[in-house]
């Protein structure tokens, strides 16, 4: 599945507490996206980056941050959990002008 | 922005019969458009793309159209088995980043 693995898969964290999600890649891709899939809204971009060093926005960012230190690793950080942040989350890499290959989902409860 | 719209939410046909997807968007300036499928708990997939130089393109039982003019695009899936019963997704974009997801259609195949 396209070399792309996402950790933790699931996760319980409370209301308050930062958590940190990682996706990483053996493919060399330049870009990587994270998504948040929520019932009724399909996949929603969060973030996604261009490079190491090198992100930008996507629709709906408020709330989270994100890293990219080396070209395998996307890191994808909830400062301050809300229950609003419950969601699926998906991490999908992809060269320039190329099709998007999704990771397996990360599962995010926050209580 | 770039709006995607997808119809039908819900769609429920007989083993055998063709089904029908179809997507609007908004930005004149897309030019690369996706399906992806995504069975219960687990990753999208992509199952056939179109850029916009193109009107239409055909893989086995799956064919996806594109209307430049008229901003829309389809799919189309002969021959319904019980395997492609499943939630599809439909996005645009322009060079393939970025990607604005449609809010998804559960197909439903019935013996």
């Known amino acids: 599945d396209a070399g792309i693995t996402q950790s933790p898969r699931h996760k319980v964290t409370e209301t308050g507490t930062p958590v940190t999600l990682r996706c990483h890649q053996t493919?060399?891709?330049?870009?990587m996206y994270w998504y948040r899939q929520d019932p009724g809204h399909g996949l929603r971009l969060i973030h996604y980056s261009y490079g190491v060093k090198d992100t930008d926005k996507g629709e709906v960012s408020d709330g989270y941050s994100v890293s990219r230190s080396k070209t395998e690793d996307f890191l994808l950080t909830l400062e301050s959990a809300t229950s609003s942040q419950t969601s699926v989350y998906f991490c999908a890499i992809g060269g320039q002008g190329e099709t998007q290959y999704f990771g397996p989902g990360t599962r995010l409860l926050v209580l | 922005g770039e709006n995607v719209e997808q119809h039908p939410s819900t769609l429920s046909v007989q083993e055998g019969d063709s089904a029908v997807i179809k997507c609007t968007y908004s930005?004149?300036?897309?030019?690369?458009f996706p399906w992806y499928k995504q069975e219960l708990g687990k990753r999208p997939q992509l199952i056939i793309d179109i850029r916009s130089n193109v009107g239409e393109k055909k893989d086995q039982r799956i064919a996806v159209t594109l209307n430049k003019t008229a901003k829309h695009f389809s799919l189309h899936i002969t021959e319904t088995q019980p395997e492609d019963s499943a939630v599809y997704f439909c996005?645009?974009?322009?060079?393939?980043?970025?990607?604005?997801f449609g809010q998804g259609t559960r197909l439903t195949i019935n013996p």
């Open positions: 930005d004149s300036a897309s030019n690369y």
């Open positions: 996005a645009a974009s322009k060079g393939a980043q970025k990607l604005v």
């Open positions: 493919e060399n891709h330049r870009y």
